[in-house]
């Protein structure tokens, strides 16, 4: 497995934290300390974390368990939808629906709707319906698009979650916390460490950090790329300017 260095990080924005009053005290053991007002990641700790957490991931998909890769943070979403079809697993890019872990049953069941309908477009036994009924069935088959599409092939509840912002995405954490489901992914500066079973202590909002992160993880589970880090759009590139 090639791990990236401590200055690819360090190049990838990895390193850059929140506002120091806007941290989580718990995540003070991985801070190298403070700049400019910001937290500064140590980035050893950001590399040795990033291997053991892919080693556990590899793990898993090797044993064909089942990791949904969920992020709504809208810089993440073609990333987190090219590892899902890498890997071929589940994710959720569009919207989080409250229960989809915890309410299961019914939730497979909207799943089953769903893919019987979008069978029905693609049979043509759509036809037997009038034009107007047509028009709200294809209405309809596009919201469960957007919010199933990317499970539509889950046939149970995962057995691992990767999650970009926890806190964007906490109703995504806590149901998996309440099922005992194991959660990975990065924690920022602000993120409270002990939701996870293991974590990367890095920066979650920059394109590059994401990126990176992201890409470790395909080319240790999947087909390795020739690209590692995206091309930079939006993110902490450096101290001045992080958001708040």
Same mark, same amino acid.
């Given at each position: ?7 690819? !990080?360090? @190049? ?9 009053? =806007?941290?989580?005290? &718990?995540?003070?053991?991985? /801070? ?82 769903? !893919?019987? @309908? ?9 036809? =037997?319906?009038?034009? &107007?009924?047509?028009?709200? /069935? ?82 240790? !589970? ?23």
């Amino acid at each position: 497995m090639s791990l990236p260095t401590e200055k690819e !990080l360090l @190049l990838a924005a990895c390193h850059i934290g929140h506002p120091k009053n =806007k941290w989580h005290p &718990k995540m003070a053991p991985y /801070l190298y300390g403070v700049r400019k007002g910001i937290h500064i990641f140590d980035l050893t700790q950001t590399r040795a974390h990033l291997e053991h957490v892919v080693e556990q991931m590899k793990k898993l998909q090797a044993e064909g368990k089942i990791i949904l890769f969920a992020s709504t943070k809208q810089q993440s979403i073609p990333l987190i939808e090219e590892i899902g079809e890498t890997l071929h697993q589940p994710t959720v890019t569009k919207k989080w629906i409250p229960g989809l872990l915890t309410n299961w049953t019914t939730m497979k069941r909207r799943i089953k709707y769903f !893919l019987e @309908l979008k069978e029905s477009f693609r049979s043509g036994e759509i036809e =037997k319906y009038t034009k &107007k009924e047509q028009t709200m /069935l294809r209405k309809k088959m596009a919201k469960l698009e957007m919010a199933l599409g990317g499970v539509s092939g889950m046939t149970r509840v995962p057995d691992a979650l990767f999650v970009i912002d926890a806190l964007r995405d906490r109703v995504a954490v806590l149901e998996a916390n309440v099922l005992k489901i194991p959660v990975y992914g990065i924690c920022d500066s602000n993120v409270d460490p002990l939701l996870f079973r293991e974590f990367i202590p890095a920066n979650d909002d920059a394109v590059k950090s994401i990126g990176l992160v992201l890409a470790t993880v395909r080319d240790a !589970l999947g087909s390795p790329s020739k690209e590692r880090v995206p091309e930079q759009r939006e993110g902490r590139e450096s101290v001045i300017g992080v958001k708040s």
